[in-house]
């Protein structure tokens, strides 16, 4: 059985991927555990990991002599990047946290993989290196005009394996998420936050007038497509998106509804402040898939309603004692 090194095991993503591939691969998990977001929520992530081939190591990917130690000990065939600095407008107010972990740990996963003779890297980019493109986003547009700190950690992500993968034949598969929703999500995202204040009956702020599309997509989705490139065998960039956005203001009444029906609120006015576009914000984002489609017969299976009902159901439980 193959072993496969998940670094951001803990994260939202890096979870529920661990988790699936956790039938078929030895898994080894490397996470920092930092304090971005509730640390208590990563740490029930991980207890549902207590898998025999799991195997959770606490390490940065900034430091690169802790990272080699765990290559050195054990024989790894692939590795999946998933561990970096999230949050646009975190990125804005704190971009140390960025540079040192999105792109020196980026780098440091790189030098690791070429010492090692490591095949292939698969890596974790975002739909935020597109900036203001027209829409869908393809994978051959411009990508040279990013609008946040965030995004600019992630074009350099493509920029450094592509180089990587030049001198050094290391296969590099990037993937580019587009706004991954679902349970165990991060407190901080856009959804998460909504809940909150739907529940408590508290002034929700929609930036760019609310008329913002977003492509969300459910992580069984995210989590499928990553595996389907586990056996990609070329050095390239895939869009990973549901290819169906929706405008903020509608995904608000969605989100509203799958309260009501889960009984966590009763119908009510929602009190709804429209404001303008925050910077580093995009305005919309849109995925092509044709070319994830085309290669490896990607096709997300969840819906916007279906996949906040099972978010919603999972917050319910989560928090019931709280």
Not at 146 to 151: F, R
Not at 198 to 204: F, L
Not at 238 to 258: C, Q, R, T, V
Not at 297 to 308: A, D
Request: net charge neutral.
């Amino acid at each position: 059985m193959e072993t496969i090194l998940i670094t951001g095991c803990s994260g939202f993503i890096g979870y529920h991927l661990t988790k699936k591939l956790l039938n078929n691969y030895n898994i080894i998990g490397i996470d920092n555990l930092n304090d971005y977001y509730d640390i208590n929520l990563k740490k029930s992530r991980l207890n549902n990991l207590k898998y025999k081939n799991f195997k959770f190591i606490k390490c940065d990917i900034s430091d690169l002599e802790e990272l080699n130690k765990i290559f050195d000990k054990y024989k790894i065939d692939k590795v999946i990047n998933l561990a970096a600095q999230a949050g646009v407008r975190y990125s804005i107010e704190n971009p140390d946290a960025y540079i040192n972990t999105n792109i020196i740990g980026f780098y440091n996963i790189l030098e690791s993989i070429r010492k090692h003779k490591i095949n292939h890297l698969i890596y974790a980019s975002s739909s935020s290196v597109y900036g203001n493109n027209e829409l869908p986003f393809k994978e051959s547009d411009s990508t040279d005009n990013q609008i946040s700190v965030y995004a600019a950690t992630k074009k350099t992500n493509e920029i450094l394996a592509q180089t990587y993968s030049n001198l050094y034949n290391i296969n590099c598969t990037g993937l580019r998420f587009f706004t991954v929703y679902g349970p165990y999500g991060r407190p901080d995202m856009a959804y998460f936050n909504f809940t909150k204040k739907i529940i408590n009956k508290e002034k929700i702020e929609l930036f760019n007038n609310g008329e913002s599309l977003r492509d969300f997509t459910y992580i069984d989705d995210i989590a499928d497509g990553i595996i389907k490139v586990l056996d990609n065998k070329v050095t390239r960039i895939y869009n990973i998106g549901n290819s169906n956005p929706i405008k903020m203001l509608d995904f608000i009444n969605i989100l509203k509804e799958s309260l009501i029906n889960n009984d966590l609120i009763e119908d009510y006015e929602l009190n709804i402040e429209l404001l303008p576009k925050q910077p580093g914000d995009v305005d919309n984002t849109y995925a092509d898939i044709e070319k994830i489609k085309k290669d490896f017969n990607y096709k997300p299976n969840t819906n916007i309603k279906e996949g906040l009902d099972k978010f919603i159901k999972w917050y319910k439980e989560y928090y019931k004692e709280g």
